[in-house]
């Protein structure tokens, strides 16, 4: 039996575990849902460090476990975070929410953990197809259909990794999953693969279009898992490719620009997520011991404050039935444990002194100047700063603050409160006390976040930052919340791509009218024409007397004697 | 409580001017903090009279700015892309 379990990857007790859940009802069910994350938890760390399972199937050797320092951070925090996530959502009674939900958790880990690239394309393909159920269960027109865009997407990228790994496998014989580096079409189809999960430029937008859409539960496990993963395996695959750093500067920059005037506050917090995931490219991009620390430990504090703002945002739409900036205002009257939690979410995505996300972000950065990239690093400091305004500033202040909506609803429900206590806990314990997250972090760390210099910089950059947006809004430059739809590089495959295909096709269409009215001209004259020859009045089809056919035959032996004799 | 603006709470335009001018107040401290803090820092740039204040000041201005003007670029109805399935 110890045996059995221990040749189990880290993980797939949630995925089994996961497929039980409908078995199990009511009180119980919580109870289950709530012990696997725990016993998976302990599961993983009953394997030793440096761990590896292989098997021989057929004639490769695969490595279904790979356990080491930096799988292990991906390990730990995933748990964590499905935990959380699991008391958040307690009260969903959605068998396929809760079925979908930890079996998609459990494909994540279990992909973190694997040590070759075809289990990995299996639980990269199975994290797509278990959280798609997640938007799906939205149960609306809207959600139905980016969740169908998502699944298309995510499914692609499988499809382009497992491409990639069968010509890499036929280039280098072998399947291993260990630093890949670009420059042959097998890792340049992976690195593609690993790209789109990961919302790179122009590949970003199945993020923004789906999470929003998600359930209220559904935003927060997905938030924590997919792009996350896409981190790992380029951390993995591609550290100090330096293509990455300038992928993920324009990671940071980009998104800032739409959430400013995006109103729902959700796709606010998707744009917000592509900002993170940049920082953390950057950090792979640069490749030493010290940015990819930060990229672990950025990716480690990222989980759980923006899975703490997607559950503050997450209780207002469940109490309000909206998270439209338009529509909401004022809601710190009813919510105000709520609003407190999404505070304390943004000061430390905002990396505020003593908030998690200044000692991990600020790795990253140092490791951009130490390498001197002046303008990733220029770069990086303004996405820094423009945070504070999507998620430090506009998230809470025009939900819970800004102007009175007149919206009066319940506080958050306990369970949901507990998590975000948690979660805030966590934010603001890390933030005080790094050393413990430093401590499980890949390489050795030698970094002092507290110093005067960092503490001053960086609260000038934040508060001046809010000071000009405090003036523009008192000048009424800041631009209002608007019912809206901002196009974004979905329109392409939305709008552009389809009225392109319906422009071939009435073109096809047009053309095919025309050969089919020639055809059919050429076809009505070829039966005239055997009609002329075999119709009832045909040449060939009239009957001959029997003198006429003696004739017609001796004239032909006439024809042969003479021929005979000549 | 009545539903409507209300004129002493936390979204009230009063308080939004107080916490203004106390964020002006608590920058203007920390620029005076940059005289007496010698800076630690990697390239020249850096070290200049309250840089990263100015540089977050007008990474917010620069920022809003340019939404603005992305807002007028890419800004639809909210029911853009539903109407092809009415």
Redesign the interface.
């Known amino acids: 039996m110890t045996e059995i379990i221990a040749s189990l990857p880290p993980g797939s007790i949630l995925i089994l575990g996961g497929l039980l859940v409908p078995l199990v009802r009511g009180r119980l069910q919580q109870v289950w849902l709530l012990a696997l994350p725990v016993v998976s938890f302990l599961h993983l760390l009953s394997f030793p460090d440096g761990y590896l399972l292989q098997v021989h199937l057929f004639d490769y050797e695969l490595t279904p476990i790979r356990i080491d320092r930096l799988s292990l951070v991906w390990g730990y925090i995933y748990h964590l975070a499905a935990f959380l996530t699991v008391i958040y959502s307690l009260h969903v009674r959605d068998g396929v929410q809760n079925v979908s939900g930890i079996t998609y958790v459990g494909a994540a880990i279990a992909a973190v953990f694997a040590g070759d690239l075809i289990t990995l394309f299996v639980f990269w393909e199975l994290t797509a197809v278990t959280s798609v159920f997640l938007i799906w269960a939205s149960r609306t027109?809207?959600s139905y259909?980016a969740g169908m865009r998502y699944l298309i997407i995510q499914v692609g990228s499988g499809v382009l990794l497992l491409a990639g790994t069968v010509i890499h496998l036929q280039q280098t014989g072998s399947l291993a999953f260990g630093h890949l580096g670009l420059g042959t079409l097998g890792t340049n189809l992976i690195f593609l693969a690993f790209g789109i999960k990961c919302a790179f430029p122009l590949l970003h937008n199945w993020l923004q279009d789906s999470y929003p859409e998600a359930t209220v539960t559904g935003t927060v496990f997905l938030s924590a898992f997919t792009t996350k993963l896409a981190v790992y395996a380029l951390a993995r695959g591609f550290a100090g490719t330096e293509m990455l750093i300038w992928i993920g500067v324009t990671m940071t920059a980009f998104p800032?620009?739409?959430a400013?005037?995006e109103n729902d506050l959700r796709r606010v917090l998707s744009y917000s997520l592509n900002n993170q995931l940049g920082f953390m490219v950057v950090g792979i991009g640069i490749g030493t011991e010290l940015s990819l620390n930060g990229t672990a430990a950025h990716a480690f504090c990222h989980i759980l404050y923006k899975a703490l703002l997607f559950m503050s945002m997450g209780a207002v739409l469940y109490r309000t039935g909206t998270v439209k900036g338009s529509e909401l205002?004022?809601l710190?009257?009813s919510m105000p444990l709520t609003a407190v939690f999404c505070i304390v979410g943004a000061a430390s995505i905002s990396a505020f002194p003593l908030f998690s996300g200044f000692i991990s972000k600020s790795l990253i950065i140092?490791a951009t100047?130490?390498g001197?990239y002046?303008v990733a690093?220029v770069v990086l400091?303004?996405a820094s700063?423009?945070v504070?305004?999507h998620a430090g500033i506009k998230v809470p202040y025009f939900s819970f603050?800004?102007?009175?909506s007149?919206i009066?609803c319940k506080e958050a429900p306990p369970h949901m409160l507990l998590a975000m206590g948690l979660t805030a806990f966590l934010c603001v314990g890390i933030g005080i006390f790094p050393q413990p997250l430093y401590r499980i972090l890949p390489y050795p760390v030698d970094y002092q976040p507290y110093?005067?210099?960092h503490v001053?910089?960086?609260?000038?950059?934040?508060?001046?930052?809010?000071?000009?947006?405090?003036?523009?809004?008192?000048m009424r430059?800041?631009?209002p919340e608007?019912?809206?739809?901002?196009?974004?590089s979905d329109w392409i495959y939305?709008?552009a791509l389809p009225a392109a295909a319906n422009a071939v096709l009435r073109v096809a269409r047009f053309f095919r009218v025309r050969a089919v009215d020639r055809l059919e001209l050429n076809i009505t004259r070829f039966v005239r024409g055997v009609y002329r020859a075999h119709g009832p009045e045909g040449l060939w089809a009239r009957t001959w007397s029997t003198g006429n056919t003696v004739l017609w035959v001796a004239i032909i032996l006439a024809a042969y004697l003479l021929i005979y004799y000549l | 409580?009545t539903?409507?603006?209300?004129k002493r709470?936390?979204?009230s335009p009063r308080t939004?001017?107080i916490?203004?001018w106390w964020?002006?107040g608590?920058?203007a401290l920390?620029?005076l903090?940059?005289l007496f803090?010698?800076?630690?820092?990697?390239?020249g740039f850096?070290g200049w009279f309250?840089?990263?204040?100015?540089?977050?000041?007008?990474?917010?201005?620069v920022?809003?700015?340019?939404?603005?003007g992305?807002?007028k670029?890419?800004?639809?109805?909210?029911?853009?892309?539903?109407r092809d399935?009415r």
């Open positions: 027109e809207r259909r800032i620009f739409y400013v005037i205002g004022g710190y009257r140092t100047a130490d001197h002046v690093f400091l303004f700063a423009g504070v305004e603050f800004s102007h009175d007149g009066r110093t005067a210099t001053i910089t960086q609260l000038q950059l934040l508060l001046f930052f809010a000071f000009c947006f405090g003036l523009m809004n008192l430059l800041y631009p608007l019912r809206s739809t901002n196009l974004d939305r709008r | 409580m539903t409507g603006t209300n709470g936390l979204d939004g001017r916490v203004f964020l002006g608590i920058c920390l620029a903090a940059d803090v010698h800076k630690h820092v990697h390239f850096e309250t840089f990263y204040g100015v540089f977050g000041f007008l990474s917010c201005f920022l809003v700015m340019a939404a603005r992305l807002r670029l890419v800004m639809r109805d909210e029911d853009y892309y539903d399935y």
